[in-house]
């Protein structure tokens, strides 16, 4: 029951470390279920997330414990084929990962239908019918999702009408211990896709193709232990680069991918955010003043939807009008009342949002409606006048590692304070 408490104002410099990426994270943990054995799992994100699935892993008799900070092993080899506890699953917006899993050892599976964000519906029947190509009966009953086999995932071929990265990840797990060659089209092609697919080859899986339209794969009969490191958040990288474009300052953003950040830096470039690219970091500062551009959120190597609030909050310090389309997802602009709050002019049709120019945010209460909106309010605080009160940071703590701390180093006034206005002292 906490918020933060954030005066604005204060340009950003120094150095900043990215976790590894949540939305792979996610996929992996899961993913360990079809290992009959231990998996060693470093540059794992800390965060609330991560914590959830190994709750929820644990709950069906996984030992999970974390070597060190980053470091998490999991062991499945007792696994229990059984439904989850609700509570948990109904937290997870991930969740319906578990049932591709499950699928892929046992041939059966219940599990809670995603909760987590709240920014519109996620449809899963794209899930649904690629089980169902799978061989898979597959029925919705008082919100539990419920699959079963009579002999087991078998191969298929399966073809998406529209690209999903939660379904492409879902059918590689359900179809890597199937016998024969399972074929899936029109595939996403996010970096955490391929990531998921690289962990489950380390682990024996033979899956070729991630990162193309059509993925390939071959099943195993099983799956042994070992050792995989998680890429590099690209969404995080993302928005301190938000956070710099909004501020003004320069800061250092290493342990980063250039290639998974290129559909983002071309877009805060045609802002007039400054960056530089080394191999494993970025240089990013801004001093004059921002550009409008125009954004469409679309499936990678496009603008990423998660990127687009954040987008969103800098483009309101811009020069002119742009305009910002999510293609990805319906009702993803519900913050932008949080944001009219803060001095924001954006009027929504739809999908699009026509951004208006501003001279700066004043600071306001707000709250935060889901995790990518949440660190969107973050940044137009960090450049407001005045003091900023944000409410609903478990959404913003579900994808971003120690942000206050992180934070806090690069100059940002930023502190979490209990609602009845105590400071709240950070255990160590």
Avoid at 64 to 80: G, H, K, P, Q
Avoid at 149 to 175: K, P, R
Avoid at 351 to 356: E, F, H, K, L, Y
């Amino acid at each position: 029951m906490n918020k933060y408490v954030i005066n604005g104002g204060k340009p950003l410099y120094g150095t900043v470390n990215i976790a590894g990426m949540k939305n792979a994270a996610v996929g992996i943990i899961p993913a360990t279920i079809l290992v009959e054995g231990i998996c060693r799992i470093e540059n794992v994100p800390q965060i609330s997330d991560v914590r959830l699935w190994c709750d929820i892993l644990q709950s069906i008799g996984a030992r999970v414990s974390y070597l060190n900070a980053s470091t998490l092993e999991i062991d499945t080899s007792d696994l229990r084929c059984e439904e989850p506890p609700y509570d948990l699953m109904r937290r997870m917006r991930a969740s319906y990962y578990l049932v591709g899993a499950m699928l892929g050892r046992y041939g059966w599976a219940r599990a809670g239908l995603p909760g987590g964000c709240d920014f519109g519906g996620r449809p899963i029947d794209r899930h649904i019918k690629g089980f169902e190509a799978l061989g898979a009966n597959v029925r919705v009953e008082n919100g539990i999702l419920c699959a079963e086999t009579d002999h087991g995932i078998q191969s298929g071929n399966i073809y998406f009408d529209e690209s999903s990265v939660g379904a492409t990840i879902n059918m590689m797990l359900a179809a890597v211990r199937a016998p024969g060659t399972t074929v899936i089209e029109n595939c996403a092609k996010e970096p955490h896709v391929v990531d998921v697919a690289n962990f489950l080859n380390s682990m024996g899986a033979t899956i070729r193709g991630a990162g193309t339209d059509v993925i390939k794969v071959r099943g195993v009969s099983h799956l042994h232990g070992g050792t995989y490191s998680i890429i590099p958040d690209q969404i995080e990288a993302g928005t301190f680069i938000a956070a710099v474009a909004a501020t003004g300052g320069e800061i250092i953003i290493n342990n980063i991918i250039p290639k998974h950040l290129e559909c983002i830096t071309a877009k805060f470039e045609e802002m007039g955010v400054t960056i530089f690219e080394g191999d494993d970091y970025l240089r990013v500062s801004r001093k004059g003043p921002l550009s409008p551009t125009n954004i469409r959120a679309i499936p990678y190597p496009g603008f990423p939807t998660d990127m687009q609030p954040q987008a969103v909050a800098v483009l309101c310090l811009a020069g002119g009008t742009s305009v910002v389309t999510d293609g990805i997802y319906d009702g993803r602009f519900r913050y932008v009342d949080e944001l009219a709050r803060m001095g924001a002019k954006i009027k929504v049709d739809g999908r699009t949002a026509i951004v208006s120019p501003i001279s700066e945010f004043t600071g306001a209460p707000v709250c935060a409606c889901d995790l990518r909106a949440g660190v969107a309010l973050v940044i137009s605080a960090m450049a407001a006048r005045g003091k900023t009160e944000i409410d609903g940071i478990t959404h913003i703590e579900r994808g971003y590692e120690d942000i206050v701390g992180k934070l806090q180093k690069i100059g940002a006034d930023i502190r979490v304070v209990p609602k009845d206005g105590t400071p709240f002292a950070k255990v160590v």
